[in-house]
């Protein structure tokens, strides 16, 4: 058993290309579930995103995903959230942790979490809102808490202590699982398992450069020595 197979943390693959999510089922068994946003289903090009929605269902085939609410009021985030969480089982809804006017979504989190909607509570920053957000969730029903740790770091913090405190904080939550969100890196991935986090969101990206872990440096060094060589002949530079 490799390393890799030794993580506890599973990687959730985040983006909105049916095409990656299909790939990811068949081809890279480290992938464990899905997240997408309305900034990626822009970027992809969704029109249509119940259409979308239930495509990518059947292709992560049973796979936990989540799809994020879009309204900025409370009353039809809580509509579109039941709506979503009314295409399956493995549908988690995404609700950010505060609508625009940075007003809390918490009182709205605990009523969708007393009627059993799985959740996926999004954009958190901080250690109070982490804290906000576990006691408005309902142990039995799970639950991911998504902590923006790449962001954090993009900040000149060190999120590795902050994502320790929010798994401390979610210890007596059985079915809720924190997870370090907006990864920049492979490393991410150990950092998320050194702070006890239990899923971390990586870009195709990132799941392509798995194959690169324990690789020898020696040789890697020589392999971008040899990029270089080459693009420098077939650019023809000459001095």
Not at 58 to 74: N, Y
Request: with cysteine; aromatic share 8%; proline share 4%.
């Amino acid at each position: 058993m490799s390393e890799l197979d030794k993580l506890k943390v599973k990687i959730f693959l985040d983006g909105a290309e049916l095409d990656a999510i299909r790939n990811a089922v068949k081809n890279e068994p480290m992938v464990k579930g899905f997240t997408t946003n309305p900034s990626l289903m822009r970027k992809a090009g969704v029109k249509d995103y119940a259409a979308f929605a239930k495509e990518a269902l059947a292709a992560a085939g049973g796979l936990p995903i989540s799809f994020e609410v879009f309204s900025d009021e409370f009353e039809d985030m809580e509509r579109q959230a039941r709506v979503i969480a009314s295409w399956g089982e493995s549908a988690y809804v995404k609700i950010p942790i505060t609508n625009t006017k940075g007003e809390s979504s918490c009182p709205m989190i605990k009523r969708l979490a007393d009627g059993g909607v799985k959740m996926n509570v999004t954009a958190i920053f901080t250690v109070e809102q982490v804290k906000e957000t576990a006691a408005a969730l309902n142990a039995p029903v799970p639950a991911i808490v998504s902590v923006f740790a790449g962001r954090i770091a993009d900040t000149g913090r060190n999120p590795e202590p902050m994502m320790k405190e929010c798994s401390n904080i979610l210890s007596g939550l059985s079915k809720a699982e924190l997870l370090w969100a907006s990864s920049r890196e492979l490393l991410n991935v150990f950092q998320a398992e050194w702070s006890g986090c239990h899923i971390i969101t990586v870009t195709k990206d990132i799941v392509s450069k798995l194959k690169l872990y324990g690789k020898d440096l020696s040789e890697y060094s020589l392999e971008t020595v040899r990029v270089f060589y080459d693009d420098a002949s077939a650019a023809g530079l000459k001095l």
